[in-house]
T-cell receptor, first 112, second 113 residues
Framework: DVKVTQSSRYLVKRTGEKVFLECVQD?????MFWYRQDPGLGLRLIYF???????EKGDIPEGYSVSREKKERFSLILESASTNQTSMYLC???????????FGPGTRLTVT | GESVGLHLPTLSVQEGDNSIINCAYS??????FIWYKQESGKGPQFIID?????DKRQGQRVTVLLNKTVKHLSLQIAATQPGDSAVYFC????????????FGTGTRLLVSP
C-alpha cells in the first residue's frame, strides 16, 4: 500500500513564526502536491513538484514556499505565518503519468 | 473532531438505502475523473475513477456515471452503510501538461442506522 505521512497531525504556531510541514511518501512517486483545505472551498493546490528540485506554483502559492531535495520528501514552508494560514494542509503523491493521488492524513495548523 | 466542510451540501440516508452523490465539472476538455472519500480526521481516499471514453464504471458497491453532454458526474453507493458516512469529492484532470487534479467542494453523506 502507498503510504504518505505528514510530520504532525496538529500544530499551533504564532503569527510571524517560520513553519515547516514535512511530507514523506514511500512509493517512489515522482509527483508530490501540497493542498490546503478550508470549509466550503474544497482542496486548493498550493505547490506541486514533478521531480527532485523541481517545483511549480499551484493556485494559491502566495505566502508559501516548498523544498524537494529528495524524491520521497516534499516540504511546505510558511516563511512568516499569518492567521489566514490557519487551515488543514494535505500532502499527496502520484506516479509519473498518473492522475490518481494518494493523500496523507493532513496537518491541522492553527496560527494565533 | 475535524471541521472539514462546515458549509457542505449534505445527503442524509438510511442504512441499506442507495445513495447518489452528484458533481458538476467545469472543463469540457477534461478526460479523467475521480471520486475520493474523506472520513473525519483523515486524508481523502480513492474510491473509483473513470475516463471520458466511458459512461459508466462499477466497483465494489459503487458505480460512477459520466454524462459529458451536461458535464455531470455521479457516484452511486449501493446498500449504504454507516461506515460510508464521510465527505465525498469529485475531481477532474486539469489538462495543463502536469498530472494535476481540480477538486469539487464536496458533499457530506450521513448514514443513519
Amino acid at each position: 500500500d502507498v503510504k504518505v505521512t505528514q510530520s504532525s497531525r496538529y500544530l499551533v504556531k504564532r503569527t510571524g513564526e517560520k513553519v515547516f510541514l514535512e511530507c514523506v511518501q514511500d512509493m517512489d512517486h515522482e509527483n508530490m502536491f501540497w493542498y490546503r483545505q478550508d470549509p466550503g472551498l474544497g482542496l486548493r493546490l498550493i505547490y506541486f513538484s514533478y521531480d527532485v528540485k523541481m517545483k511549480e506554483k499551484g493556485d494559491i502559492p502566495e505566502g508559501y514556499s516548498v523544498s524537494r531535495e529528495k524524491k520521497e520528501r516534499f516540504s511546505l514552508i510558511l516563511e512568516s505565518a499569518s492567521t489566514n494560514q490557519t487551515s488543514m494542509y494535505l500532502c499527496a503523491s502520484s506516479p509519473q503519468g498518473a492522475y490518481e493521488q494518494y493523500f496523507g492524513p493532513g496537518t491541522r495548523l492553527t496560527v494565533t | 473532531g475535524e471541521s472539514v466542510g462546515l458549509h457542505l451540501p449534505t445527503l442524509s440516508v438510511q442504512e441499506g438505502d442507495n445513495s447518489i452523490i452528484n458533481c458538476a465539472y467545469s472543463n469540457s476538455a477534461s478526460d479523467y475523473f475521480i471520486w475520493y472519500k474523506q472520513e473525519s480526521g483523515k486524508g481523502p481516499q480513492f474510491i473509483i475513477d473513470i475516463r471520458s471514453n466511458m459512461d459508466k464504471r462499477q466497483g465494489q458497491r459503487v458505480t460512477v456515471l459520466l454524462n459529458k453532454t451536461v458535464k455531470h458526474l455521479s457516484l452511486q453507493i449501493a446498500a449504504t452503510q454507516p461506515g460510508d458516512s464521510a465527505v465525498y469529492f469529485c475531481a477532474e484532470n486539469s489538462n495543463t501538461g502536469f498530472q494535476k487534479l481540480v477538486f469539487g467542494t464536496g458533499t457530506r453523506l450521513l448514514v443513519s442506522p
